[in-house]
């Protein structure tokens, strides 16, 4: 589990790609202190497992499900990347419970400077949308932020310059792709609302023409 409060952005040195699957060594420092092999690091909100250490950083898979999901794919050799690594039981909830299940891709259709602040775009399909909710949790690329605004096509969120500072936020672009997890609380409530609903339609199958048939 991570809170998406990112620790160091990352390069990545390069990619080696398979058919349907690619391997990336990643440069890093701070995150590198006490990482081992079969760790978990969310690499821009992806959770990927360390399978080597190098000189320089570490190495990880990546599956065809995950560059199916995410945003991983556009990203060339050379690309600066979020890097946070799992939470320990006794480290601090500075953000939000970010899984690094990835749930899709954003696109970014507007970057608006407000003040100190820099205001984010991001347009999105039905199934992202759904679970965005203003002032809701999101994690962009791996950064826990609040939503400041909804639409029916897109949302936006208000970034600090320490964010903007401390990620690769700050270089994205108009039309660049971002990885978008949805708050895991809001999808689990549904799914037992969902399945509450379906339980009261099988508890209540009772009609009219069998209480008649039956006497009553």
């Known amino acids: 589990m991570f809170t998406g409060i990112i620790e160091e952005k990352g390069k990545i040195e390069s990619i080696k790609s398979g058919r349907d699957s690619a391997v990336l060594t990643i440069s890093a420092d701070k995150i590198m202190d006490d990482v081992k092999t079969g760790d978990s690091i969310a690499v821009n909100g992806v959770c990927l497992t360390v399978i080597s250490i190098t000189a320089k950083g570490f190495m990880a898979d ?11 794919s556009h990203l060339p050799a050379g690309s600066y990347v979020n890097l946070e690594r799992a939470m320990p039981a006794c480290g601090r909830f500075g953000g939000h419970i970010v899984a690094g299940h ?13 003040d100190n602040a820099v205001w984010y775009t991001i347009q999105a399909g039905d199934n992202i949308l759904r679970y965005i909710v203003e002032k809701g ?20 969120v208000s970034v600090i310059p320490h964010t903007l500072k401390e990620t690769v936020l700050n270089e994205k672009r108009n039309g660049d792709k971002v990885n978008i997890e949805n708050d895991v609380i809001g999808k689990y409530v549904e799914k037992l609302i969902v399945n509450a609903d379906k339980n ?7 009609t009219m023409d069998m209480l008649y048939k039956y006497g009553f």
């Open 62 to 72: 990546v599956m065809h499900e995950t560059l199916d999901r995410s945003a991983l």
């Open 102 to 114: 990835v749930d899709g891709v954003g696109t970014i259709v507007n970057i608006k400077r407000d």
């Open 137 to 156: 949790s999101v994690a962009i690329d791996g950064i826990s932020l609040t939503v400041a605004r909804v639409s029916s096509r897109d949302f936006s």
């Open 200 to 206: 009261e339609e099988k508890e209540s199958s009772i």
